[in-house]
Protein backbone atom coordinates (compact mmCIF):
# COMPACT_ATOMS: atom_id res chain seq x y z
CA UNK A 1 0.00 0.00 0.00
CA UNK A 2 1.23 3.71 -0.71
CA UNK A 3 2.38 5.33 2.15
CA UNK A 4 -0.02 8.47 3.06
CA UNK A 5 1.18 11.47 5.02
CA UNK A 6 -0.72 12.02 8.37
CA UNK A 7 -1.90 15.83 7.26
CA UNK A 8 -3.43 14.17 4.12
CA UNK A 9 -5.50 11.65 5.94
CA UNK A 10 -8.22 14.66 6.97
CA UNK A 11 -8.92 13.79 2.93
CA UNK A 12 -9.29 10.21 3.52
CA UNK A 13 -12.17 9.73 6.17
CA UNK A 14 -13.62 6.12 6.08
CA UNK A 15 -10.29 4.53 3.76
CA UNK A 16 -8.00 2.18 4.70
CA UNK A 17 -4.14 3.99 4.98
CA UNK A 18 -0.35 3.18 5.16
CA UNK A 19 1.07 5.69 7.83
CA UNK A 20 5.22 5.84 8.82
CA UNK A 21 6.70 8.12 11.11
CA UNK A 22 8.17 8.19 15.00
CA UNK A 23 6.06 7.84 17.65
CA UNK A 24 6.06 10.79 19.58
CA UNK A 25 3.91 9.81 22.81
CA UNK A 26 2.05 6.79 23.88
CA UNK A 27 -1.20 6.50 26.01
CA UNK A 28 -2.32 3.10 27.60
CA UNK A 29 -6.00 3.11 28.35
CA UNK A 30 -6.40 -0.78 29.44
CA UNK A 31 -6.79 -2.85 26.50
CA UNK A 32 -6.34 0.05 24.25
CA UNK A 33 -2.80 2.05 23.51
CA UNK A 34 -3.28 5.28 21.69
CA UNK A 35 -0.29 6.58 19.81
CA UNK A 36 0.71 10.17 18.29
CA UNK A 37 2.48 9.03 15.70
CA UNK A 38 4.42 11.45 13.29
CA UNK A 39 6.12 12.01 10.25
CA UNK A 40 7.32 15.56 8.21
CA UNK A 41 3.68 16.73 7.58
CA UNK A 42 2.48 16.57 11.26
CA UNK A 43 1.17 14.65 13.94
CA UNK A 44 -1.76 11.99 14.11
CA UNK A 45 -3.30 9.68 16.64
CA UNK A 46 -3.93 6.00 16.38
CA UNK A 47 -5.52 3.32 17.90
CA UNK A 48 -4.92 -0.11 18.56
CA UNK A 49 -4.63 -3.21 20.88
CA UNK A 50 -2.28 -5.92 21.37
CA UNK A 51 1.41 -6.99 22.35
CA UNK A 52 3.37 -5.13 20.35
CA UNK A 53 1.79 -1.56 20.51
CA UNK A 54 1.48 -1.59 24.13
CA UNK A 55 5.72 -1.91 24.17
CA UNK A 56 6.46 0.64 21.37
CA UNK A 57 8.04 3.89 23.28
CA UNK A 58 8.64 7.50 22.31
CA UNK A 59 11.07 7.66 18.67
CA UNK A 60 10.59 4.69 17.57
CA UNK A 61 9.68 4.16 14.24
CA UNK A 62 6.66 2.53 13.08
CA UNK A 63 4.20 1.62 9.81
CA UNK A 64 0.61 1.62 10.94
CA UNK A 65 -2.49 0.02 7.99
CA UNK A 66 -5.65 0.96 9.12
CA UNK A 67 -8.72 3.18 8.47
CA UNK A 68 -9.43 6.64 8.90
CA UNK A 69 -12.18 7.55 11.04
CA UNK A 70 -13.71 10.59 13.01
CA UNK A 71 -12.82 11.14 16.43
CA UNK A 72 -15.77 11.61 19.06
CA UNK A 73 -16.67 14.91 20.00
CA UNK A 74 -15.39 15.10 23.04
CA UNK A 75 -12.00 13.64 21.82
CA UNK A 76 -11.43 16.51 19.04
CA UNK A 77 -7.54 18.12 19.71
CA UNK A 78 -8.41 21.87 18.05
CA UNK A 79 -4.69 21.82 18.58
CA UNK A 80 -3.76 19.39 15.51
CA UNK A 81 -4.11 19.52 12.11
CA UNK A 82 -5.28 16.03 12.22
CA UNK A 83 -7.35 16.65 15.67
CA UNK A 84 -10.75 15.34 14.31
CA UNK A 85 -9.76 12.08 13.11
CA UNK A 86 -7.55 9.16 14.32
CA UNK A 87 -6.57 6.00 12.35
CA UNK A 88 -8.05 2.37 13.66
CA UNK A 89 -4.90 0.76 13.88
CA UNK A 90 -5.24 -2.89 11.80
CA UNK A 91 -1.79 -3.65 11.49
CA UNK A 92 1.50 -2.17 12.71
CA UNK A 93 5.12 -2.78 11.83
CA UNK A 94 8.32 -1.68 13.86
CA UNK A 95 10.88 -0.75 11.83
CA UNK A 96 13.68 1.06 13.89
CA UNK A 97 13.43 0.45 17.83
CA UNK A 98 14.35 3.46 19.71
CA UNK A 99 16.85 2.85 22.70
CA UNK A 100 15.84 4.43 26.01
CA UNK A 101 15.34 8.55 25.91
CA UNK A 102 17.70 10.06 28.20
CA UNK A 103 15.00 12.73 28.91
CA UNK A 104 11.44 13.05 28.32
CA UNK A 105 11.08 14.40 24.67
CA UNK A 106 7.12 14.48 25.01
CA UNK A 107 6.87 17.31 27.13
CA UNK A 108 5.40 20.75 25.63
CA UNK A 109 8.90 22.16 26.64
CA UNK A 110 12.33 20.49 26.98
CA UNK A 111 13.86 22.22 30.16
CA UNK A 112 17.04 21.22 29.77
CA UNK A 113 20.55 23.25 30.41
CA UNK A 114 21.91 24.42 27.28
CA UNK A 115 24.99 21.64 26.88
CA UNK A 116 22.41 18.63 27.53
CA UNK A 117 20.50 20.16 24.85
CA UNK A 118 23.44 20.66 22.79
CA UNK A 119 25.03 17.17 23.53
CA UNK A 120 21.71 15.64 22.45
CA UNK A 121 21.37 17.30 19.45
CA UNK A 122 20.51 14.64 16.76
CA UNK A 123 17.72 13.85 19.68
CA UNK A 124 16.55 17.14 20.72
CA UNK A 125 15.95 18.86 17.36
CA UNK A 126 13.23 16.23 17.32
CA UNK A 127 11.09 18.34 19.64
CA UNK A 128 8.11 20.40 17.76
CA UNK A 129 9.28 23.87 19.76
CA UNK A 130 13.08 23.26 18.12
CA UNK A 131 12.29 21.67 15.02
CA UNK A 132 10.11 25.04 14.66
CA UNK A 133 13.57 27.28 15.44
CA UNK A 134 14.85 25.90 11.88
CA UNK A 135 11.45 26.25 9.81
CA UNK A 136 11.42 29.73 10.71
CA UNK A 137 15.36 30.35 10.21
CA UNK A 138 14.60 28.24 6.75
CA UNK A 139 11.72 30.84 5.82
CA UNK A 140 14.33 33.80 6.69
CA UNK A 141 16.79 32.37 4.76
CA UNK A 142 14.28 32.20 1.61
CA UNK A 143 12.64 35.51 2.21
CA UNK A 144 16.19 36.90 1.48
CA UNK A 145 16.46 35.24 -1.48
CA UNK A 146 12.84 36.11 -2.56
CA UNK A 147 13.05 39.63 -1.91
CA UNK A 148 16.52 40.27 -3.66
CA UNK A 149 15.51 38.23 -6.75
CA UNK A 150 12.66 40.88 -6.83
CA UNK A 151 14.72 43.74 -7.31
CA UNK A 152 16.92 41.93 -9.55
CA UNK A 153 20.31 40.92 -7.56
CA UNK A 154 21.80 37.70 -9.09
CA UNK A 155 23.01 35.08 -6.35
CA UNK A 156 26.40 33.63 -6.35
CA UNK A 157 28.51 31.52 -3.67
CA UNK A 158 31.60 32.71 -2.69
CA UNK A 159 34.61 31.15 -1.40
CA UNK A 160 35.37 29.49 2.21
CA UNK A 161 39.25 29.52 1.15
CA UNK A 162 40.77 33.17 1.09
CA UNK A 163 44.14 34.29 0.96
CA UNK A 164 43.79 36.83 4.09
CA UNK A 165 40.87 38.49 6.39
CA UNK A 166 38.68 40.75 4.52
CA UNK A 167 38.61 43.23 7.61
CA UNK A 168 42.07 42.76 9.30
CA UNK A 169 42.91 41.54 12.42
CA UNK A 170 43.44 38.25 14.09
CA UNK A 171 39.98 36.77 13.70
CA UNK A 172 41.18 34.23 11.44
CA UNK A 173 41.15 31.06 11.31
CA UNK A 174 44.70 29.78 9.36
CA UNK A 175 45.04 26.47 7.55
CA UNK A 176 47.80 25.02 5.96
CA UNK A 177 46.78 25.02 2.08
CA UNK A 178 49.19 22.23 0.38
CA UNK A 179 52.79 24.35 0.99
CA UNK A 180 51.08 27.36 1.70
CA UNK A 181 49.43 29.90 4.49
CA UNK A 182 45.48 30.64 3.77
CA UNK A 183 42.37 31.39 5.82
CA UNK A 184 38.86 30.89 6.12
CA UNK A 185 36.68 33.28 5.20
CA UNK A 186 35.43 35.37 7.90
CA UNK A 187 32.98 37.39 5.08
CA UNK A 188 32.52 37.21 1.31
CA UNK A 189 32.90 41.33 1.22
CA UNK A 190 35.98 41.43 -1.54
CA UNK A 191 34.20 38.65 -3.58
CA UNK A 192 30.90 40.39 -3.57
CA UNK A 193 32.75 43.77 -4.43
CA UNK A 194 34.10 42.24 -6.83
CA UNK A 195 31.06 40.89 -8.02
CA UNK A 196 29.04 44.23 -8.66
CA UNK A 197 31.61 45.23 -11.75
CA UNK A 198 29.78 41.59 -13.53
CA UNK A 199 26.15 41.88 -12.16
CA UNK A 200 25.71 45.01 -10.50
CA UNK A 201 23.44 43.55 -8.03
CA UNK A 202 24.92 40.11 -6.25
CA UNK A 203 23.81 38.26 -2.81
CA UNK A 204 24.64 35.07 -1.12
CA UNK A 205 23.63 32.71 1.74
CA UNK A 206 27.56 31.83 2.96
CA UNK A 207 29.17 30.03 5.88
CA UNK A 208 31.36 32.51 7.47
CA UNK A 209 34.00 32.10 10.22
CA UNK A 210 35.38 33.92 13.33
CA UNK A 211 38.13 32.76 15.61
CA UNK A 212 36.46 35.30 18.24
CA UNK A 213 37.46 33.93 22.26
CA UNK A 214 34.76 34.51 23.09
CA UNK A 215 31.60 32.59 24.83
CA UNK A 216 28.57 34.40 25.01
CA UNK A 217 24.94 34.68 24.64
CA UNK A 218 25.77 36.04 21.26
CA UNK A 219 28.63 34.93 19.19
CA UNK A 220 29.04 31.95 17.39
CA UNK A 221 32.60 30.91 15.30
CA UNK A 222 30.65 29.47 12.46
CA UNK A 223 27.37 31.68 11.33
CA UNK A 224 25.25 31.49 8.42
CA UNK A 225 25.67 35.56 6.72
CA UNK A 226 22.97 36.79 4.13
CA UNK A 227 25.00 38.98 2.37
CA UNK A 228 24.10 41.60 -0.45
CA UNK A 229 26.02 43.99 -2.77
CA UNK A 230 24.78 46.81 -5.67
CA UNK A 231 26.32 49.26 -7.76
CA UNK A 232 25.13 52.08 -8.73
CA UNK A 233 24.03 54.09 -5.64
CA UNK A 234 22.82 57.40 -5.65
CA UNK A 235 22.95 57.76 -1.80
CA UNK A 236 24.59 55.48 0.84
CA UNK A 237 21.12 55.74 2.21
CA UNK A 238 19.82 53.70 -0.74
CA UNK A 239 21.71 50.93 1.53
CA UNK A 240 20.11 51.50 4.40
CA UNK A 241 16.75 51.32 2.37
CA UNK A 242 17.35 48.29 0.87
CA UNK A 243 18.06 46.30 4.19
CA UNK A 244 15.11 48.03 5.47
CA UNK A 245 12.84 46.71 2.57
CA UNK A 246 14.67 42.60 3.07
CA UNK A 247 13.79 43.16 6.72
CA UNK A 248 10.41 43.28 6.20
CA UNK A 249 9.58 41.39 3.58
CA UNK A 250 11.43 38.75 5.96
CA UNK A 251 9.10 39.28 8.78
CA UNK A 252 5.46 39.31 6.42
CA UNK A 253 6.62 35.40 4.91
CA UNK A 254 7.35 34.81 8.42
CA UNK A 255 4.09 36.10 9.63
CA UNK A 256 2.48 34.57 6.82
CA UNK A 257 4.07 30.69 6.68
CA UNK A 258 4.91 30.19 10.71
CA UNK A 259 1.91 30.74 12.60
CA UNK A 260 2.11 27.83 14.26
CA UNK A 261 6.12 28.17 15.23
CA UNK A 262 5.75 31.67 16.19
CA UNK A 263 2.89 30.13 18.95
CA UNK A 264 4.99 27.61 19.78
CA UNK A 265 7.21 30.11 21.18
CA UNK A 266 4.44 32.22 22.20
CA UNK A 267 6.45 34.71 19.52
CA UNK A 268 5.51 37.63 17.77
CA UNK A 269 6.96 39.49 14.47
CA UNK A 270 8.90 42.26 15.58
CA UNK A 271 6.74 45.96 15.49
CA UNK A 272 7.82 48.40 13.28
CA UNK A 273 5.68 51.98 12.25
CA UNK A 274 6.65 53.58 9.04
CA UNK A 275 10.11 53.68 8.72
CA UNK A 276 12.99 52.23 10.52
CA UNK A 277 14.58 55.02 12.87
CA UNK A 278 17.64 55.96 11.73
CA UNK A 279 20.10 57.89 14.51
CA UNK A 280 23.87 58.72 14.74
CA UNK A 281 26.12 56.78 17.05
CA UNK A 282 26.90 60.15 19.09
CA UNK A 283 23.11 60.59 19.09
CA UNK A 284 22.87 57.39 20.26
CA UNK A 285 25.09 57.73 22.95
CA UNK A 286 23.69 60.93 24.16
CA UNK A 287 20.55 59.30 24.46
CA UNK A 288 21.69 56.62 26.81
CA UNK A 289 23.45 59.01 28.92
CA UNK A 290 20.15 60.91 29.19
CA UNK A 291 18.04 57.99 30.14
CA UNK A 292 20.28 56.21 32.34
CA UNK A 293 23.16 58.22 33.87
CA UNK A 294 25.97 55.67 32.19
CA UNK A 295 28.55 58.56 30.12
CA UNK A 296 29.64 56.10 26.66
CA UNK A 297 29.66 59.25 24.67
CA UNK A 298 33.35 58.43 23.78
CA UNK A 299 33.19 54.75 23.14
CA UNK A 300 33.95 53.95 19.51
CA UNK A 301 30.66 51.54 19.43
CA UNK A 302 27.97 50.08 21.25
CA UNK A 303 27.98 47.39 23.72
CA UNK A 304 25.34 44.83 24.45
CA UNK A 305 24.14 47.08 27.49
CA UNK A 306 23.94 49.86 25.33
CA UNK A 307 22.11 47.69 22.23
CA UNK A 308 19.53 46.84 24.19
CA UNK A 309 18.84 50.31 25.85
CA UNK A 310 18.28 52.14 22.42
CA UNK A 311 16.12 49.25 21.76
CA UNK A 312 13.90 49.91 24.28
CA UNK A 313 14.38 53.63 23.35
CA UNK A 314 13.25 53.38 20.11
CA UNK A 315 10.29 50.78 20.99
CA UNK A 316 9.30 53.56 23.74
CA UNK A 317 10.32 56.59 21.67
CA UNK A 318 9.23 55.45 18.29
CA UNK A 319 7.09 52.81 18.06
CA UNK A 320 9.88 50.29 16.49
CA UNK A 321 11.31 47.57 18.09
CA UNK A 322 14.34 48.04 15.02
CA UNK A 323 16.28 50.83 14.93
CA UNK A 324 19.57 52.07 12.47
CA UNK A 325 22.72 53.36 14.11
CA UNK A 326 24.51 55.50 11.79
CA UNK A 327 27.84 56.89 11.64
CA UNK A 328 30.51 54.70 13.22
CA UNK A 329 34.08 56.12 13.78
CA UNK A 330 36.21 55.81 10.48
CA UNK A 331 39.08 53.73 12.50
CA UNK A 332 36.60 50.93 13.83
CA UNK A 333 35.15 50.18 10.16
CA UNK A 334 37.15 47.76 7.50
CA UNK A 335 39.42 49.41 5.44
CA UNK A 336 37.02 50.07 2.59
CA UNK A 337 34.36 51.53 4.10
CA UNK A 338 33.56 55.36 2.90
CA UNK A 339 34.30 58.02 5.46
CA UNK A 340 31.24 61.04 5.53
CA UNK A 341 32.75 63.66 3.34
CA UNK A 342 31.44 65.96 6.31
CA UNK A 343 33.41 64.38 8.98
CA UNK A 344 35.85 62.51 7.70
CA UNK A 345 36.32 61.20 11.56
CA UNK A 346 32.98 59.16 10.84
CA UNK A 347 31.83 56.64 8.28
CA UNK A 348 28.64 56.42 5.61
CA UNK A 349 27.78 53.25 7.58
CA UNK A 350 25.11 51.64 9.27
CA UNK A 351 24.07 48.90 11.76
CA UNK A 352 20.15 47.82 12.45
CA UNK A 353 19.35 46.60 15.79
CA UNK A 354 16.85 44.84 15.97
CA UNK A 355 14.83 44.11 19.31
CA UNK A 356 18.10 43.94 21.84
CA UNK A 357 20.92 42.89 19.19
CA UNK A 358 23.17 43.96 15.90
CA UNK A 359 21.37 41.57 12.86
CA UNK A 360 23.15 43.29 10.41
CA UNK A 361 25.79 45.58 9.28
CA UNK A 362 26.46 47.98 6.36
CA UNK A 363 27.71 51.03 4.64
CA UNK A 364 28.75 52.70 1.29
CA UNK A 365 32.09 51.34 0.04
CA UNK A 366 34.60 53.29 -1.20
CA UNK A 367 35.52 52.48 -5.05
CA UNK A 368 38.47 54.63 -5.84
CA UNK A 369 41.76 52.01 -5.87
CA UNK A 370 44.06 54.50 -4.72
CA UNK A 371 42.20 55.31 -1.52
CA UNK A 372 41.53 51.50 -1.08
CA UNK A 373 45.24 51.27 -0.74
CA UNK A 374 46.57 54.04 0.68
CA UNK A 375 43.61 52.78 3.33
CA UNK A 376 44.98 49.15 3.76
CA UNK A 377 48.89 50.58 4.30
CA UNK A 378 47.44 52.05 7.16
CA UNK A 379 45.41 48.97 8.15
CA UNK A 380 47.98 46.44 7.43
CA UNK A 381 46.65 44.67 4.88
CA UNK A 382 48.83 43.29 2.10
CA UNK A 383 46.72 44.19 -0.68
CA UNK A 384 49.03 42.23 -3.61
CA UNK A 385 47.82 38.95 -1.65
CA UNK A 386 44.20 39.73 -2.92
CA UNK A 387 45.03 41.31 -6.16
CA UNK A 388 41.55 39.95 -7.76
CA UNK A 389 39.93 42.14 -5.56
CA UNK A 390 41.82 45.47 -6.61
CA UNK A 391 41.64 44.56 -10.00
CA UNK A 392 38.24 44.93 -9.77
CA UNK A 393 38.74 48.22 -8.71
CA UNK A 394 41.51 49.23 -11.35
CA UNK A 395 38.74 48.42 -13.99
CA UNK A 396 36.27 50.43 -12.75
CA UNK A 397 33.53 50.58 -10.22
CA UNK A 398 30.46 52.33 -9.59
CA UNK A 399 29.27 53.94 -6.07
CA UNK A 400 28.26 50.83 -4.01
CA UNK A 401 27.52 49.26 -0.59
CA UNK A 402 25.86 46.47 0.43
CA UNK A 403 25.01 44.67 3.72
CA UNK A 404 25.05 41.28 6.02
CA UNK A 405 22.29 39.67 8.23
CA UNK A 406 23.30 37.18 10.58
CA UNK A 407 20.85 34.62 10.18
CA UNK A 408 21.01 32.91 13.70
CA UNK A 409 20.50 36.25 15.63
CA UNK A 410 17.33 37.13 13.45
CA UNK A 411 16.34 33.90 14.28
CA UNK A 412 16.76 34.10 17.83
CA UNK A 413 15.53 37.80 18.82
CA UNK A 414 12.33 37.14 16.24
CA UNK A 415 11.69 33.90 18.78
CA UNK A 416 12.70 35.32 21.73
CA UNK A 417 15.89 32.49 22.46
CA UNK A 418 17.62 32.75 25.21
CA UNK A 419 21.33 32.34 23.12
CA UNK A 420 22.07 32.15 19.37
CA UNK A 421 23.63 28.14 19.68
CA UNK A 422 19.34 27.43 20.14
CA UNK A 423 19.22 28.96 16.82
CA UNK A 424 22.55 27.01 15.14
CA UNK A 425 21.19 23.65 13.80
CA UNK A 426 25.12 22.41 15.05
CA UNK A 427 26.39 25.19 16.61
CA UNK A 428 29.86 25.95 16.77
CA UNK A 429 32.14 28.20 19.45
CA UNK A 430 35.40 27.72 21.89
CA UNK A 431 34.27 25.03 23.43
CA UNK A 432 32.66 22.69 20.63
CA UNK A 433 32.30 21.27 17.37
CA UNK A 434 29.33 18.79 17.50
CA UNK A 435 31.32 17.33 21.10
CA UNK A 436 32.43 19.16 24.25
CA UNK A 437 35.93 19.69 23.25
CA UNK A 438 36.78 20.15 26.95
CA UNK A 439 35.11 16.42 27.74
CA UNK A 440 38.06 14.28 28.26
CA UNK A 441 37.59 11.30 26.21
CA UNK A 442 37.00 7.85 27.93
Known sequence: ????????????????????????????????????????SGTIQTVGSGELISKL??????????????RPPSMINEKLETGKIEIKCEKIQLISKAEELPFDITKESLDLELPTLLDYRALTLRHPKIKAIFKVQEVIIDAFRESLKTRGFTEFQSPVIIPQGAEGGAEVFEVKYFEHKAYLAQSPQFYKQILVGVFERVFTVNKTLRAEP????????????????????????????????????????????????????????????GKIPRVKLREVQEIIFKRTGRDVRKEPDLSPEDEREICKW???????????????????????TYPDPDDPDYTLSFDLLGR??????????????????????????????????????????????????????????????????????????????DVRLSTPKS
Open 1 to 40: MTRTLAIECNKKIGKKVSLSGWVHTKRDHGKITFIDLYDR
Open 57 to 70: RPQDVIEIEGTVQK
Open 214 to 273: SVTTRHLTEVTTLDAEFGFIESWEDIMDLAEYVTKFMFSRVNDECRPELELHNATIPQVR
Open 314 to 336: AKEEKNSELVFVTHYPTKKRPFY
Open 356 to 433: RTEWLTGGRRINDPSELIKNAKVRGIDLEKSALYLQAFKYGMPPEGGFSFGSERITMDVLGLENVREASLFPRDMERV
